[in-house]
């Protein structure tokens, strides 16, 4: 069974049903194993980890081996994924937490594989990890202007209609400039961005219908077939793999 959250920031999974093949994506992700001896495939070494973070770009394959797992996938401009990047990545692929420093949070959470997962469950659980690995999540970040507008627009738009030539003139930019911009600011291609909020939104959507079709079109995508390849190539999975048997829960604050 999956319980897949939707977030403001990021969208996490519970899951014992995860069966990756080899992809990368512009979204940072990590992982955390109820039990210790699951392995990750990151650029053909296998690491063996309780928790771990990896970088935007990795090329990696993941199962969950029928055992739990908890992971996040987590958008690329969020206060989350820059003070991640900040205190443990910077340029490396993957960042390897001491098993260590989980001995507490093991123990609190040791029963969770046995219990109905819901949001209060995922807000305690992952406000608890953020302690552990010593985040603290910021209200805002600082970015220019005219980034801070695009990424507003893409919150509500028509992405059947968006046009980053018209994104571009309406701040008075060329497309290769605020092309730019946005890449020097995020730290992400904005076509990569754009793609990542259409993901979401058809999830949501999913959320809300349970229509993958309508799902896919609505979050505009050109088809659903569109839709399945795209997520293919981003989540290693297909988006009926993703869906089926599947809990969607939305976190409260979105």
Request: with cysteine.
């Amino acid at each position: 069974m999956n319980y897949i959250v939707m977030d403001k920031s990021c969208v996490s999974a519970f899951s014992d049903t995860i069966n990756a093949d080899n992809h990368s994506h512009w979204m940072l992700q990590l992982f955390y194993a109820f039990n210790n001896d699951l392995l990750i495939d990151v650029n053909g070494d296998e690491i063996r980890f309780r928790c771990v973070i990896l970088n935007s770009g990795v090329v990696h394959n993941f199962a969950t081996r029928n055992s739990l797992c908890f992971t996040m996938l987590i958008d690329p401009s969020s206060s989350l994924s820059l003070e991640l990047k900040k205190k443990y990545l910077q340029d490396k692929e993957y960042h390897l937490f001491d098993e260590e420093m989980f001995l507490d949070f093991n123990l609190q959470f040791k029963s969770l594989p046995q219990m109905p997962i819901d949001i209060q469950l995922y807000e305690n659980f992952t406000s608890e990890l953020y302690h552990v690995i010593g985040i603290t999540i910021q209200p805002f970040i600082i970015y220019d202007e005219r980034i801070l507008d695009v990424i507003k627009h893409l919150e509500t738009c028509d992405f059947s209609e968006l046009s980053i030539k018209e994104l571009a003139q309406n701040l008075a930019l060329s497309p290769s400039r605020l092309s730019h911009l946005f890449k020097e600011q995020t730290g992400i291609p904005l076509k990569s961005f754009i793609l990542i909020h259409m993901m979401q939104r058809a999830y949501t959507r999913i959320l809300q219908t349970g229509d993958i079709t309508s799902a896919a079109l609505d979050a505009g995508f050109d088809s659903p077939s569109h839709f399945a390849a795209t997520s293919k190539r981003l989540m290693g999975m297909s988006a009926t793999g993703i869906s089926k048997d599947s809990v969607f829960l939305k976190a409260s604050f979105i």
